[in-house]
């Protein structure tokens, strides 16, 4: 059968209309993420920052405000590895993901400010985002975990 030539005038215009705005999207420059512009949950920081190993990406190094739940806080002996480790895990409980926290330098002071705190508490940590580097079989990707410097850098509630 064949269709009017009316009908092929306006499915080509529809086409080329679809095109056009999926170039322009695709071709549109997309701004960087700014990591410490307010804070950040914990899957979205571990969404952003990650990626190739071949690759040198913006967030590397950069300041990160990140927030969350401590995982497993209300464990006694796991609190004792954290501190023996100068790390701790931050989750997001709205999906189970967690990112690693470590403490340099100062970790008396920042352990002694989140000891009085509970699973229950949301933290709020001011860090610096740093790669690191996972291979497994061969595949190497890019993550990245919070480096925690000065026990003002985080608070709960």
């Given at each position: 059968?064949?269709k009017?030539?009316?009908n092929?005038?306006?499915?080509?215009?529809l086409?080329?209309l679809v095109l056009?705005?999926?170039f322009s999207?695709?071709n549109k420059e997309?701004?960087?993420?700014a990591?410490?512009a307010?804070f950040?949950t914990?899957?979205?920081?571990?969404?952003?920052?990650q990626?190739s190993?071949?690759e040198i990406?913006n967030?590397?190094?950069?300041?990160?405000?990140v927030?969350?739940y401590?995982?497993?806080?209300?464990?006694?002996?796991i609190r004792?590895?954290?501190?023996s480790?100068?790390?701790?895990?931050?989750?997001?409980?709205?999906?189970?993901?967690?990112?690693?926290?470590r403490?340099?330098?100062?970790?008396?002071?920042?352990?002694e400010?989140i000891?009085?705190?509970?699973?229950?508490?949301l933290f709020?940590?001011?860090?610096?985002?740093?790669?690191?580097i996972a291979?497994?079989?061969?595949d190497?990707t890019?993550g990245?975990?919070?480096s925690l410097?000065?026990?003002?850098n985080?608070?709960?509630?």
């Open positions: 059968m064949i009017p030539l009316v092929i005038k306006v499915e080509f215009n086409l080329f056009v705005i999926g999207a695709c997309q701004q960087p993420l990591l410490d307010d950040m914990v899957a979205d920081v571990f969404q952003y920052c990626g190993c071949n990406y967030w590397e190094n950069s300041a990160v405000l927030q969350g401590i995982l497993n806080f209300s464990n006694d002996s004792l590895d954290y501190y480790s100068s790390k701790f895990y931050l989750q997001d409980i709205r999906n189970g993901m967690f990112i690693e926290v403490v340099d330098d100062n970790k008396d002071p920042v352990f400010k000891w009085p705190a509970d699973d229950k508490n709020y940590i001011k860090g610096t985002a740093e790669p690191v291979t497994i079989d061969g190497c890019k990245v975990v919070v410097t000065h026990p003002d985080i608070n709960f509630e």
